[in-house]
């Protein structure tokens, strides 16, 4: 499979507890993005990489989310001290090099948190 | 703050029939919307996009119209089939921007 893939699929995490979720974008794919995704809502954007450079993080929701790429390759989303209202689909996106506008992005199928 | 509005959260049409998705958004800086597509337990899949400097993008059974003034983009699905049947998200950002705001989406259902 050649796709975005996200793991693990599923996470149960009590509050308080660190959370890390990895991402694998398809491999010749130089950007890379996080979103979160609440029920009824359509994906929300946290952060972007362009290769190792994380160019946007001001949308990451609190100082408790962090992520990184440090080769450029796969990306690591942490939670720290998870609260409830963290409880939601953590989707990852890659997509190509060469376009200077957003397109086409290919996501994973997520990562569903459920903080107790 | 909600920059991109899906107003209608279903809608079903019968097989064959148009079906019509509509997405409004407040941002003025936006210049390129795209169309997602989701069935449940996978990601959105790229649909079908356009930029600003358009009206319409066609691909094949697809096609999305831009109204700048109005501040509004519709998807028409033409002819409707069952497979179709998916929740659809209306995605903007501004040219040279990777921070693209979605709808909440419209769960379409396309009956046989």
């Known amino acids: 499979d050649t796709g975005v893939s996200q793991d693990p699929r599923h996470k149960i995490t009590k509050r308080g507890q660190n959370v890390t979720f990895r991402c694998d974008p398809i491999s010749e794919h130089n950007r890379l993005y996080w979103y979160r995704q609440t029920l009824g809502q359509g994906p929300e954007f946290l952060t972007y990489f362009q290769n190792e450079a994380q160019l946007e993080k001001s949308r990451l929701l609190s100082d408790r989310f962090s992520a990184e790429r440090p080769k450029g390759s796969f990306s690591t989303l942490e939670i720290q001290r998870t609260e409830q209202g963290d409880s939601a689909m953590y989707l990852c996106a890659s997509s190509p090099p060469g376009l200077a506008s957003p397109n086409e992005q290919f996501f994973g199928p997520g990562t569903r948190l459920t903080v107790l | 703050d909600q920059q991109v509005k899906q107003n209608s959260p279903s809608l079903s049409v019968q097989e064959g029939r148009i079906s019509i998705l509509n997405c409004d958004y407040t941002?003025?800086?936006?210049?390129?919307f795209l169309w997602y597509k989701k069935y449940p337990a996978e990601g959105p899949t790229f649909l079908i996009s356009?930029?600003?400097?358009?009206d319409k993008n066609e691909d094949g059974r697809f096609t999305v119209f831009l109204n700048k003034s109005a501040k509004h983009l519709s998807l028409h699905i033409v002819p409707s089939q069952p497979g179709d049947s998916a929740v659809y998200f209306c995605?903007?950002?501004?040219?040279?921007?990777?921070?693209?705001?979605f709808g909440a989406g419209t769960r379409l259902t396309v009956k046989p």
């Open positions: 356009i930029s600003s400097i358009k």
């Open positions: 995605a903007a950002s501004p040219y040279n921007n990777n921070d693209m705001r």
């Open positions: 941002n003025s800086m936006f210049d390129y």
